[in-house]
């Protein structure tokens, strides 16, 4: 005699748990193995090849090691009244509060999307500014000396530097996707950028 009207038993319950468990598992065994190399790759020689490459909103870029600090959720935000709308707000990052920015908006791009990949880049303490930047994805560690350099040229053929001071170099990878070259340290002396009140 069968009961179809039965509680699944804990044992047949155990795969759908054991899926979303594993998932985690392995999220944050990426986000462990990325610090390691993170750190890894501060302390070595070659900073300037081993780049974090992050997507903000459509576009990726690529940022100095020494001047990322850590990779968190973005957790809850508190907004704060009376500033500009690329100011997303302020969030608890391992204690300390930090003001998170909407770096696609800033840059007059359009809002980044915010869903569950989406995570809060932290500044490097040695910035001395406690902000992070809203990222869409982190793409992990990219070498810029296996890229292709983009210069940009005027219409007299000339080299043109980016508009934005806080852009240092443009890049192309082997599958003709664009980076660029983002400085934290000169984007914490941008005057737009500080100003983030009405």
């Known amino acids: 005699m069968t009961q179809d009207n039965r509680e699944p038993t804990a044992v047949e319950a155990a795969p759908a748990k054991t899926g979303h468990v594993a998932r985690r598992a392995r999220l944050r065994d990426f986000q462990t193995q990325l610090m390691e190399r993170?750190?890894?790759a501060k302390s070595g020689a070659h900073v300037r090849a081993n780049q974090l490459g992050v997507?903000?909103?459509?576009?990726?870029?690529l940022i100095d090691l020494r001047e990322a600090g850590e990779i968190v959720s973005t957790g809850n935000l508190t907004k704060v009244p009376l500033t500009k709308a690329w100011y997303l707000g302020v969030s608890n990052v391992r204690g300390s509060l930090t003001s998170v920015i909407d770096f696609s908006l800033f840059g007059m791009g359009e809002p980044t999307f915010q869903d569950s990949s989406c995570r809060v880049l932290a500044f490097?303490?040695?910035?001395?500014?406690n902000s992070g930047l809203l990222v869409s994805k982190v793409l992990?560690?990219?070498n810029a000396d296996e890229m292709q350099a983009v210069e940009v040229k005027g219409d007299d053929g000339t080299a043109v530097q980016?508009?934005?001071p806080w852009i240092l170099n443009q890049f192309m990878d082997a599958d003709g996707n664009l980076w660029s070259q983002l400085s934290l340290s000169l984007l914490v002396q941008d005057q737009d950028f500080l100003h983030?009140?009405?």
């Open 38 to 40: 993170m750190q890894a």
């Open 140 to 142: 992990g560690l990219r």
């Open 124 to 129: 490097s303490n040695t910035l001395s500014f």
């Open 196 to 198: 983030i009140g009405l």
């Open 162 to 164: 980016p508009q934005k």
């Open 55 to 61: 997507m903000i909103g459509r576009s990726r870029y």
